[in-house]
């Protein structure tokens, strides 16, 4: 059959009866130009041509080939990265059957009681993402370690019975809250 969708769409076809066609097309073109659009093509700049280049090379959509990076700031990068990784979700849950998990666009969180388990997990994640989605682990913000020496997650390290605001995001604030009083 290979039919998809409450309209019965076959995968990857525009339905050849719709009673909402306009309206789904729509939807398609609206989502297909939030997905494809190239930020570095027109964008306002709103600090100093001096300061990009205390920016990382890896941190930059400038220096991204074409069609790979996201627009962090933007709220759909972060809506369809987390659509783009319900896959990992599904793997994760599914098929590792992992008990504790969490993930919000790209920070994830697995636990576990037994470290060789998660080494496997690790590893079968590396592959599935690689395979699957075409993505890769950041070999620098993975770590496995106990609980109780606190979780990096989402600008705070949350311990077991109590959770801080990470130092760098404090002092941004405070740096943002100096520059408003002035």
Known sequence: RGLRGQYGVPKGKLPLFCPDLDRYRAMHDLARSLIFHDPTADYARKSPAA?????ADHKSLFNCPEHKGLPIGNLTSQ????????????????ELKARRYIRYVDDAILLHEVRAVLEGWKAAN????????????????????????GINFLGYVVHPDHRLTRRRVAGSFRSRLDEARD
């Open 51 to 55: 300061m990009w280049g205390h920016i």
């Open 79 to 94: 809506f369809f990265g987390n659509v783009y990784l319900n896959a990992l979700d599904q793997f994760v849950k599914h």
């Open 126 to 149: 590396e592959t599935f993402l690689a395979d699957r989605l075409l993505l890769r682990l950041n070999e620098g913000a993975t770590r496995l370690k106990p609980v109780s020496c």
